[in-house]
């Protein structure tokens, strides 16, 4: 499985993007999907993850009520919607996936932007 994140860019404070993930490969719909953001000067972290199957879903606490994931599996693709963006959300995003029998993210995607300017 190989990722591809696309979707950021700049945008004012209270805007909103979409990002996202396309998987390529066979067995995608085994995998999880997260995900990541890296802000200068600070750790990476995780945003949000979606299961397999789209039953369960998990926010930063930052990102609830904002962010939305989802993903279709016929896509192949995983969204992530950013509403009401604050400049503390400048960071340069990832997307992750995790087979669903493991309990770490083994495959990333190349990053993709993201600016809020106030």
């Known amino acids: 499985v190989q990722l591809q994140a696309s979707g950021g860019g700049s945008v004012q404070a209270g805007g909103s993007l979409r990002l996202s993930c396309l998987a390529s490969?066979?067995?995608?719909?085994?995998?999880?999907i997260g995900w990541f953001r890296r802000a200068p000067g600070k750790e990476r972290e995780k945003i949000a993850c979606?299961?397999?199957?789209?039953?369960?879903?998990y926010y930063l606490e930052s990102a609830k009520g904002r962010f939305t994931i989802s993903r279709n599996n016929f896509k192949n693709t995983v969204y992530l919607e950013m509403d009401n963006l604050k400049p503390e959300d400048t960071a340069v995003y990832y997307c992750?996936?995790?087979?669903?029998?493991?309990?770490?993210?083994?495959?990333w995607g190349q990053g993709t932007l993201v600016t809020v300017s106030s």
């Open positions: 490969g066979s067995g995608v719909d085994d995998y999880a």
């Open positions: 992750a996936a995790r087979h669903h029998s493991q309990s770490s993210y083994s495959i």
């Open positions: 979606i299961s397999n199957s789209a039953e369960s879903t």
